[in-house]
């Protein structure tokens, strides 16, 4: 059911057998302790399951991984352990020493295992090991005759063909456990090769031995991580503490020292961070399985793809992140993938895809969960929000198709026709974006219809010590988590003037040809936006929106310590968390996402506010108008009652059928016309890949006109005069002294052909 690539393939070969090997000789290790007590009580049941199971285990895996002749060893090891078991023979010393024997030749051929990738070396003999054991298993006794001329036969193995190393105390030579363990199993050591063995160790001495798989790893309980973690980030405070307190030092050592300090601390905690880093594929693991059972349930035929199994995040973010996917996963297939026979009908496949994606991306991970079904009908949402009270139908007429989407996550939101033990009880998506938010995560989602659904979750790599951006407004101080920066900008005065612009009472920067939303810092800490001869702006990102945060100061940028807020703090969408800075003062974490949020919310109180004002103008006979730059460097102007919207699109979206270009917009195709030459002027040749466009909206049709760029929003009392009157335009007005084209969108439309 899933599908991955021959890298991913060859990557996973090679992490199952170091796993299979490190677990295989940890019970080899138990085995030998196990056998030896298991003679002094040969009765044992206990001693003889857990033996039995060991090797079982370890047959089981062998097969699985194709190591045939480990597999043939331990087979009749098995067998053999089982007639024992079972109480049908006795353990006789023969036996416990064919066993034992059993249990060096599979540390040897583990061994051939690590090094070749298979266990076929040649000095291991496993036939006469097997041959052994098959007498052992065969014979009613181990006292016969046959039994102990074969016996011994096996023991005598030439001693030129002897690759065993017996173990040696490490106070006579510890460099013996670095050296790789011989292949050749035999019944007795052979202590006439140590003082040989032992001089070609020391000998050998200048080579690095090489670690084997089994010394590589070592098992930590999670609470004594969490320990380290915690205190790593103590003294990552007190390393900032100290750096600020010597900054002014002149004591050269004590500057040395503490710069010494900084780059412990620093090696230490990234040591520490990747011990808590563990593979998305663990979550992944899992969903086939329940991919396939649901799919079982549900009637549905699905294919699984998974992609990016490899990407690591923190443990404690992996276990948070465990319950939401599994939801997502059941969603997809329940909402999201259709039935056979409706696929079909469709013209698709009766077979559905499902792809689990995950990948790092501006020092977040990013998870999606895509799947090709019927998508998401945007006004069944709307029917269903409206009904069940969740939007008004006013905000319905202004929301876009992104914001019904995601009504979805609203607490007890449903649009399934019946309640099923999978579905239909409206809990589980609400809950999906609150457990994915309060580890600081952000999900959404995008959908076409009848083309399928992508849920995209995006979450920090870590929560303990995150870099962040130390900004300062007023006497406080604010750290913005540097996975949400962007850049800096300074703006002089001059480029103020000429870089932002207010829009319907927004104020908008114009960077590289694009228009970013301005935040006031101030403003949203409930202060009075302060005017500036200068202003400095730092450029966030909140998943798709990209926006500027204007503050007072930029100081530089650290590594800090989560701390969570208190619970009256919980409730504010400004602040993500805190943390304690160098001179010991406590500084908020600003929640990137939730100030975005806020910000639209109060850009949209503006826009109603400003739509308020112009009818109020309207009545005193002053009019708002857009001024606009079209036609390069010529000035119009149009009514801002007359303008739904204003957009940008890239280049690359739009197309063209037949003369006319259009671009694909909320759910519809939106026809375009270049103002410069529908009133007669020269387009201008613009290297930008944005276009701006003002959405003229005139009954249930609407256009979109293709200008250079906004200037501003003005109120005026427009006298209009008869010089430039032409098709598209009214005339002309002094509008902030300047001579400016009033525009005739209606008559703009109409000469265009595209109707209104």
């Known amino acids: 059911m899933g599908s991955l690539s021959e890298g991913d393939k060859v990557d996973d070969d090679a992490e199952i057998i170091a796993e299979f090997l490190v677990e295989s000789h940890e019970n080899l290790d138990q085995l030998d302790r196990d056998l030896v007590e298991l003679e002094r009580a040969p009765g044992s049941r206990e001693l003889l399951s857990s033996i039995f199971r060991t090797i079982h285990t370890i047959k089981g895996t062998s097969g699985f991984l194709a190591?045939?002749?480990?597999?043939?060893?331990?087979?009749v090891g098995e067998n053999l352990l089982s007639r024992l078991r079972?109480?049908?023979?006795?353990?006789?010393?023969?036996?416990?020493?064919?066993?034992?024997?059993?249990?060096?030749?599979?540390?040897?051929?583990?061994?051939?295992?690590?090094?070749?990738?298979?266990?076929?070396?040649?000095?291991?003999?496993?036939?006469?090991?097997?041959?052994?054991?098959?007498?052992?298993?065969?014979?009613?006794?181990?006292?016969?005759?046959?039994?102990?001329?074969?016996?011994?036969?096996?023991?005598?193995?030439?001693?030129?063909?002897?690759?065993?190393?017996?173990?040696?105390p490490v106070a006579e030579v510890a460099e013996v456990v670095a050296l790789p363990v011989a292949p050749t199993p035999v019944f007795e050591p052979v202590p006439d090769l140590l003082p040989e063995f032992v001089a070609?160790?020391?000998?050998?001495?200048?080579?690095?031995?090489?670690?084997?798989?089994?010394?590589?790893?070592?098992?930590?309980?999670?609470?004594?991580l969490d320990s380290l973690v915690q205190l790593v980030g103590e003294l990552v405070l007190t390393r900032n503490q100290v750096l600020q307190r010597t900054e002014t030092a002149e004591d050269i050592e004590l500057v040395r020292a503490v710069q010494r300090l900084d780059l412990v601390a620093s090696e230490l905690q990234e040591g520490i961070m990747k011990t808590r880093m563990q593979p998305i594929g663990q979550v992944w693991s899992k969903m086939p399985r329940i991919v396939r059972d649901l799919a079982l349930q549900l009637g549905r035929e699905v294919d699984l793809q998974m992609e990016g199994h490899d990407t690591e995040l923190d443990r404690s973010l992996l276990e948070a992140l465990k319950g939401p996917l599994t939801h997502l996963v059941r969603n997809a297939l329940d909402h999201g993938i259709e039935t056979p026979a409706d696929r079909v009908a469709a013209g698709k496949p009766s077979q559905g895809r499902l792809l689990l994606r995950s990948f790092h991306e501006s020092g977040q991970v990013v998870v999606e969960i895509s799947d090709d079904g019927k998508g998401i009908d945007p006004d069944t949402i709307?029917?269903?929000?409206?009904?069940?009270?969740?939007?008004?139908?006013?905000?319905?007429?202004?929301?876009?198709t992104r914001e019904v989407?995601?009504?979805?996550?609203?607490?007890?939101?449903?649009?399934?026709?019946?309640?099923?033990?999978?579905?239909?009880?409206g809990v589980g998506m609400d809950v999906v974006r609150t457990n994915i938010e309060r580890i600081g995560g952000t999900v959404d989602m995008q959908s076409q219809v009848g083309q399928g659904t992508t849920c995209r979750v995006r979450i920090p790599l870590t929560l303990a010590i995150i870099p962040a951006l130390v900004i300062g407004e007023g006497e406080e101080t604010y750290a913005i988590p540097q996975a949400n920066l962007v850049e800096l900008v300074r703006l002089e005065a001059e480029d103020m003037a000429r870089s932002v612009e207010v829009v319907a009472g927004a104020p908008l920067l114009r960077l590289r040809g694009h228009l970013l939303p301005l935040v006031s810092m101030a403003e949203v800490l409930g202060r009075p936006r302060p005017d500036a001869e200068a202003l400095t702006v730092v450029v966030v990102q909140a998943d798709d929106m990209r926006f500027g945060i204007c503050v007072d100061k930029v100081h530089d940028t650290q590594e800090i310590v989560v701390k969570p807020i208190g619970r009256q703090l919980k409730l504010l969408p400004t602040y993500a968390g805190?943390?304690?800075?160098?001179?010991g003062r406590v500084a908020l974490i600003l929640d990137v996402p939730g100030i975005a949020h806020a910000h639209a919310v109060a850009q949209t109180v503006t826009q109603s506010k400003s739509a308020q004002d112009s009818r109020t103008a309207e009545e005193e006979s002053s009019t708002a108008l857009l001024v606009l730059e079209v036609g390069g460097g010529r000035r119009a102007a149009l009514p801002l009652r007359e303008v739904s919207r204003l957009e940008e699109f890239s280049v690359d979206r739009i197309e063209r059928s037949g003369n006319a270009e259009a671009v694909q917009y909320r759910d519809g195709i939106?026809?375009?016309?270049?103002?410069?030459?529908?009133?007669?002027l020269v387009e201008s040749v613009r290297e930008d890949d944005q276009v701006s466009v003002v959405v003229h909206e005139s009954g249930t049709s609407r256009v979109g006109i293709v200008i250079d760029r906004v200037l501003d929003v003005v109120e005026a009392s427009v006298v209009c005069s008869e010089v430039g009157r032409r098709a598209g335009v009214l005339g002309s007005a002094v509008i902030q002294d300047r001579v400016t084209d009033l525009v005739d969108l209606d008559a703009v439309v109409a000469l265009s052909g595209v109707g209104a």
């Open 67 to 75: 190591f045939n002749r480990l597999e043939a060893l331990t087979h």
């Open 86 to 168: 079972d109480g049908e023979m006795e353990l006789t010393p023969p036996v416990a020493q064919s066993l034992l024997t059993m249990v060096d030749t599979v540390r040897a051929l583990l061994g051939s295992v690590e090094e070749t990738g298979k266990d076929t070396a040649a000095a291991v003999d496993v036939d006469v090991v097997v041959a052994a054991l098959k007498v052992a298993l065969e014979g009613p006794t181990a006292a016969e005759p046959v039994e102990a001329v074969e016996v011994a036969e096996v023991a005598e193995v030439p001693v030129a063909e002897v690759a065993e190393v017996v173990e040696v």
């Open 200 to 224: 070609d160790v020391v000998a050998d001495d200048d080579e690095p031995a090489k670690r084997a798989v089994v010394d590589a790893s070592v098992r930590v309980d999670v609470d004594l």
């Open 382 to 400: 709307l029917r269903f929000a409206i009904e069940r009270g969740v939007v008004t139908r006013d905000q319905a007429a202004r929301m876009e």
């Open 405 to 425: 989407i995601n009504l979805i996550f609203r607490p007890g939101f449903s649009t399934a026709a019946e309640v099923t033990n999978v579905s239909g009880r």
């Open 578 to 583: 805190a943390t304690i800075m160098g001179d």
């Open 670 to 680: 939106l026809p375009l016309v270049r103002l410069a030459g529908a009133i007669g």
